[in-house]
């Protein structure tokens, strides 16, 4: 390509609302241009980035065994309906009516269109296992679309469905998928991790997240010091809390007066012992979709609620906070609430690293006083669930090193679904005994639009992009420096089509610019390598750019196209 041909806009100027280094860059440096809130088209040069991506991710799927196909965009309401998402999606799924008043949506993610393709088609056993995938446009009603491609409403994503007679060999392709991924972002040039996540909204047993390590991120990724351990905040575990700090000692449990003592900091100093040793109740409103009630949720007092878990345990669609006067009326005391002698219909969850504890502090559900020297014994074990937030210096829970917090952007998600699709849907196949039973799910997720802008996040300096040769839209830059210098011009000409010729991703910088606007373009776009050719060419000399960290290196013009060839395979 000549850029004199190119379509690629550049600006100087970033948008207003452009926080984030990949959003800003991307739009001055002409891959992409934004249509509306969170609505991108993209140019050429971003969907050349873009291809790139997908066809990445299709090779790896295809290797792996998986088939392509396209479902609609637009889907009944009626299958989101069968599964139970309809109702519980919430506002981000976009719904509405045809002519004819029947319900529809706008896919953001296909598990009910796929039990519908797979339905009736797959009969028995013997067809078994399928994995099924697509790359096509998603949409998102986000209440607050930002960040750019990071967090549109429309994108483009790739999705896969698997379907399988057991869970065994659901979790066996769950394994596949996983490696498969690894490929995919290794060969991407990215720098990612393998992480324990939460299912959210799209449900099944297990997951992880493929996160990209990233200043900018928006999750938190906890990470061991000395293992490969990883997990999001929201899913992470952690040894059991230990201390040195001596116990209370105490002849039984007892019930003192605390006046007006209400937050664990004064608790602690009035008894003058470690928070380690004291019960914290936090006390939320539960969100179903036909109710609500509170929920009290017990932790140690050195430690902090993490609300996923919490809402996890407890079934809520959403936790909120809960007024005093609605506490009162659930039979909980605000600021004296602890989990011995509530009354029957009172709904609570105790941490699991409690269980069993002594000598602990507790509030005694009555104004103004506290137990001391209780035990945590004698609960049934469904009130028992993992509660707390892991923080930085916990100990890891598979090798017991230091567990440190991170940044990162999640690029990838894969599931084990089990039958929460099937099995409501009544999609179902005879097994080896003629039996029918509903398929074993797992579902596996890429974004790949947000890859674009996750390799800037993840590569970019002050003056723009900082491309990953196998994203790059083209490898090589040529640039010449003078376009009204014949022997520059015919030099960069034939090295253009000589590159051409052997398959380099080149582009030609021939317009009749200045030159610190062909090298401001230049550092802008992002491309890993430019060949200056300019005055030194008297010398038959020519300069080799490579764009990360702007090293520059004089290079024989008789030999720049073999130095070029070699740069290449080097980093292949």
Not at 536 to 565: C, H, P
Request: aromatic share 10%; with cysteine.
């Amino acid at each position: 390509m000549k850029f004199s041909k190119l379509f690629a806009p550049s600006l100087k100027e970033a948008p207003r609302d452009a926080v984030l280094p990949s959003h800003a860059l991307l739009i001055r440096a002409g891959f992409i241009e934004q249509l509306g809130s969170g609505l991108y088209n993209f140019l050429p040069l971003g969907k050349i980035v873009l291809e790139r991506i997908c066809a990445v991710i299709r090779q790896e799927m295809d290797a792996a065994g998986a088939q392509e196909v396209s479902f609609s965009v637009v889907t009944s309401a009626d299958a989101w309906k069968k599964s139970g998402r309809y109702a519980k999606y919430g506002k981000e799924l976009l719904r509405f009516k045809d002519r004819k008043d029947n319900d529809f949506v706008l896919s953001p993610t296909n598990e009910e269109a796929a039990v519908l393709m797979v339905a009736d088609k797959i009969t028995s056993y013997k067809q078994l296992p399928l994995n099924i995938y697509q790359i096509n446009t998603k949409f998102r009603d986000e209440a607050r679309p930002r960040f750019g491609l990071l967090r549109g409403r429309e994108f483009t994503m790739k999705d896969a469905y698997s379907f399988h007679a057991d869970a065994a060999d659901m979790k066996r392709e769950f394994e596949v998928m996983r490696q498969a991924y690894s490929r995919i972002f290794t060969r991407l040039g990215l720098n990612f991790r393998t992480v324990d996540a939460d299912s959210g909204a799209i449900g099944g047993s297990g997951s992880k997240e493929f996160m990209v390590l990233a200043d900018n991120g928006e999750d938190d990724i906890v990470v061991c010091k000395r293992c490969e351990y990883a997990a999001n905040i929201e899913a992470a575990r952690r040894a059991p809390k230990t201390t040195n700090a001596a116990a209370p000692e105490t002849d039984g449990m007892m019930k003192f007066k605390t006046p007006a003592m209400k937050t664990i900091d004064a608790v602690a100093e009035f008894f003058k012992v470690d928070k380690f040793y004291t019960i914290k109740a936090v006390i939320k409103k539960a969100l179903y979709e036909d109710r609500s009630e509170i929920v009290a949720f017990f932790i140690r007092g050195c430690d902090e609620l993490q609300e996923t878990k919490a809402q996890n345990a407890c079934g809520a669609l959403e936790l909120v906070d809960a007024s005093e006067e609605e506490i009162a009326r659930a039979g909980f005391t605000a600021g004296f609430c602890g989990p011995f002698g509530l009354g029957e219909g009172a709904k609570f969850y105790i941490d699991a690293e409690l269980k069993g504890a002594r000598e602990m502090i507790a509030g005694a559900n009555e104004p103004d006083y506290h137990y001391v020297g209780a035990s945590v014994i004698n609960f049934n074990e469904s009130r028992f669930a993992d509660l707390a937030a892991v923080g930085v210096g916990d100990a890891c829970p598979c090798c017991g090193g230091e567990l440190s917090i991170t940044k990162g952007i999640e690029v990838g998600h894969i599931f084990q679904l089990g039958t929460r699709y099937s099995e409501p849907m009544g999609a179902r196949f005879l097994d080896a005994n003629g039996k029918a039973r509903a398929f074993y799910m797992g579902c596996y997720g890429i974004g790949a639009s947000r890859l674009i802008a996750v390799a800037i996040e993840s590569s970019h300096d002050e003056r723009g992009c900082v491309w990953p040769r196998e994203l790059a839209p083209f490898e090589l830059e040529i640039i010449i420096s003078n376009h009204k210098d014949a022997a520059a011009v015919e030099f960069a000409e034939k090295l253009y089509e000589q590159c051409r010729e052997r398959g380099i991703r080149v582009l030609l910088d021939d317009r009749a610019e200045r030159f610190g606007v062909k090298m401001n373009d230049f550092e802008l776009m992002g491309f890993p390598y430019a060949v200056l050719v300019g005055k030194a060419l008297a010398e038959r000399s020519v300069e080799f750019i490579t764009r990360a960290g702007l090293k520059r290196q004089s290079v024989s013009a008789d030999e720049i196209l073999s130095f070029i060839e070699r740069k290449l395979i080097e980093k292949n």
